[in-house]
């Protein structure tokens, strides 16, 4: 398989700031994918994005594969936003490999 | 998209006792998996749930710990057999619609064993 790195491990952000998680993978991947699973534990997908960039509101993802990044863009932070962060990428056939994770708190 | 539930949402159970999940997606989809999600760590697969044939199990896990079934092309369960404190853990099914495709997760079980 491939390895996966996220980072920061840990963030803390007061609410209204920007922040920006970064996720390395030590392959070329088929496509790539981020999750926020929230404090219940249910697993939300942000983005499906083998390549370029996508925006959802407060939300934008930008994958280059040639050199083996995506990184997921939050703007003005909410409390709502907490919870920890994953990307997923697929290397071969169907298989997702997660990351290490992104853990967010977002303080009023 | 799809819409996928999971029965129970969590559980208490005895060590050596086992416990059956089920994931139930509301549309026929080919691919579904199963993940553990240990406390505090990532997400693991445990196998590919495999409709007509057995499932196809990642390095360290075994059919007779947690066999799995898949009598159709919308519902699976996967069985914690035997089970020690160490299975405690949150366990979640998966789908994927198309190769290579968007994966979507159900809301999990969490399972303490005690």
């Known amino acids: 398989g491939i390895q996966v790195e996220q980072s920061p491990p840990d963030l803390i952000l007061q609410e209204g700031a920007n922040s920006t998680l970064r996720c390395n993978f030590s392959d070329s991947v088929n496509n790539l994918q981020w999750f926020h699973q929230n404090p219940w534990g249910q697993l939300i997908n942000l983005f499906y994005?083998?390549?370029g960039t996508k925006q959802n509101g407060r939300l934008s993802a930008t994958t280059v594969a040639t050199e083996r990044y995506s990184l997921l863009y939050i703007s003005s932070s909410q409390t709502t936003d907490s919870g920890v962060y994953f990307c997923?990428?697929?290397?071969?056939?169907?298989?997702?490999?997660f990351g290490t994770g992104t853990s967010l708190t977002v303080i009023p | 998209s799809a819409v996928i539930s999971q029965k129970p949402s969590r559980d208490i159970c005895q060590r050596g006792t086992s416990l059956t999940i089920q994931c139930q997606v509301d549309?026929?989809?080919?691919?579904m998996f199963w993940y553990r999600q240990q406390p505090g760590q990532s997400l693991t697969l445990i196998a590919t749930a495999n409709q007509g044939s057995e499932a196809t199990y990642e390095s360290g896990f075994v059919i007779d710990k947690f066999p799995i079934s898949r009598p159709n092309l919308t519902f699976s369960t996967l069985t914690v057999s035997n089970m020690s404190p160490e299975d405690s853990s949150i366990y979640l099914c998966s789908v994927q619609l198309a190769d290579a495709g968007a994966q979507y997760f159900g809301p999990g079980t969490r399972l303490l064993v005690l």
């Open positions: 997923a990428p697929i290397h071969t056939g169907n298989q997702f490999y």
């Open positions: 994005i083998p390549s």
């Open positions: 549309s026929q989809v080919t691919m």
